[in-house]
């Protein structure tokens, strides 16, 4: 039944506390006993004038009192004109307008908190008369389960904690045996108030050899006539008359705990460094490459050319730069576009070969490349192997050739990250010049991508 009908119909047969003539046969009027409201919901503060209907003119204020003030709550003057509440209870009260005429100048509170308990005036005004009544009202709350915790022993005896908290007023807190009846070992309790205004409540408690050890931990909350219990079955090993054992066995149990948890956060860390610290490194070794970065221009003559070994040979068809690269550090980018199976590299032109135009299968050992194929990495040089399976986000690759150092890497550009990377030559004569080269697949060849002006680091 919605509150307001309920008020309505209940008022008739309550008892009222405080009542006073408005006028003609008119009273105000409100219960007797105290109203009571639950922390988070809502609360009806009843207040009914006798004589109705109520002239148009009129007003109603509702005021908190407390300790030592007034509190202003809500207020109506039949014009719509309200006095400011108090910021604690802005938004929080309500009137029921339709029902005026009926007198009912009732207060919805929402959201009820701890800080609402206390004394409520309801005044109403009209033909020059002002009348007064007072509603009491009372929270409470239902916290969280109690929780048992069981305590290191000491000297003969063992002891336990029970816990809870979100109460309101201060429960009770008891423990029982198996019975349900109080045990008579003393204990000590403590509460805390919350910054929202509700009790934490522990209480202690130590039992000796020999005592029940079946043992109900019970939060009582008085005022709503509610409770909440935990139980707990204590096995007798952990009695230390019947253990002595045990207090080494925790001790030596805790103290390898706490070992292994410090190492295992020595070796977390030293492996996120190695991993920062390899990341880092790999990315300032892509910059360093870029920024050699040199023009490369392809021939448009395909030409065959032998990437596979003796036991497998490979012929792919290839497009070889014009131009020979200088001597040092050079760096150039290649996009792969759609392209699945690719392959890229560089072809030395030593004494012995006839020069960039003549290349053929026969120079297969002059050539070393990283070739995509059937989703996985080969490197060829001197013979093909097997790198690892290819990155689906894999999509432009930056080619770095350090003639001094005699070493060829490739690097995914997109995440800054070396791919793979071999050593050229191998003890053979180190004259001779590079060419690059760039494979001619089904979706088209493979593009030559310009780089921005390296910035030197």
């Keep these: 039944m919605d509150s307001r009908l309920w008020w309505l119909a209940v008022l008739p047969v309550l008892a009222f506390r405080r009542g006073s003539h408005l006028a003609a046969g008119g009273f105000l009027s409100a219960p007797k006993t105290s109203v009571l409201g639950i922390i988070g919901d809502r609360v009806l503060l009843p207040c009914q004038v006798g004589s ?148 934490s409540v522990e209480a202690s408690l130590r039992i000796q050899p020999g005592s029940d050890l079946e043992i109900s931990c019970r939060i009582l909350n008085r005022r709503l006539s509610a409770s909440r219990e935990s139980r707990i079955r204590i096995h007798d090993v952990f009695l230390p008359s019947i253990s002595q054992w045990l207090r ?59 990437l596979g070994d003796a036991q497998d040979p490979l012929q792919v068809p290839v497009l070889v730069a014009r131009d020979a690269l200088g001597a040092g550090k050079c760096y150039w980018e290649v996009e792969l576009g759609r392209e699945r199976d690719w392959a890229l590299g560089v072809l030395r032109d030593g004494p012995s070969l006839a020069g960039p135009h003549s290349w053929d299968s026969r120079h297969s050992r002059h050539c070393w490349a990283l070739r995509a194929s059937q989703g996985q990495l080969f490197s060829s040089g001197s013979g093909s192997r097997l790198l690892r399976e ?13 003639s001094e150092e005699e070493r060829l890497e490739f690097y995914d550009v997109e995440q800054r990250d070396l791919v793979a990377g071999m050593s050229l030559g191998a003890g053979e004569d180190p004259s001779g010049k590079f060419f690059p080269f760039v494979s001619q697949g089904e979706e088209g060849t493979l593009r030559i991508r310009s780089v921005p002006m390296p910035v030197p680091l």
Aim: glycine share 6%; charged share 25%.
């Design 248 to 306: 080494i066995f925790l001790a030596v149990l805790f103290l390898n705990m706490a070992l292994i948890s410090v190492v295992f956060c020595q070796i977390r860390a030293k492996i996120q460094f190695k991993k920062r610290f390899g990341q880092m490194k790999a990315e300032l070794d892509f910059w360093e490459a870029r920024s050699h970065a040199v023009p490369v221009a392809l021939d448009p003559e395909a030409r065959p050319l032998d």
């Design 390 to 402: 290819q990155s689906r986000g894999l999509s432009a690759l930056g080619v770095f050739l350090d």
């Design 52 to 199: 109705v209907p109520i002239p148009e003119d009129f007003s109603i204020r509702w005021t908190f009192h407390g300790q030592s003030q007034r509190i202003p709550v809500s207020s109506y003057d039949g014009k719509d004109r309200r006095e400011e509440p108090d910021e604690r209870y802005q938004g929080r009260a309500e009137f029921f307008h339709r029902d005026f005429r009926a007198g009912n100048v009732s207060l919805l509170l929402r959201n009820v908190q701890s800080s609402d308990q206390g004394s409520y005036s309801c005044e109403v005004s009209f033909q020059d008369v002002s009348r007064e009544v007072l509603v009491e009202l009372e929270v409470a709350a239902i916290g969280e389960a109690p929780s048992v915790i069981l305590r290191s022993p000491e000297k003969q005896d063992l002891g336990l904690s029970c816990r809870a908290s979100g109460w309101f007023p201060r429960p009770e807190l008891l423990w029982l045996d198996r019975h349900g009846k109080v045990r008579r070992e003393s204990m000590t309790t403590t509460a805390t108030v919350t910054p929202g205004g509700l009790f």
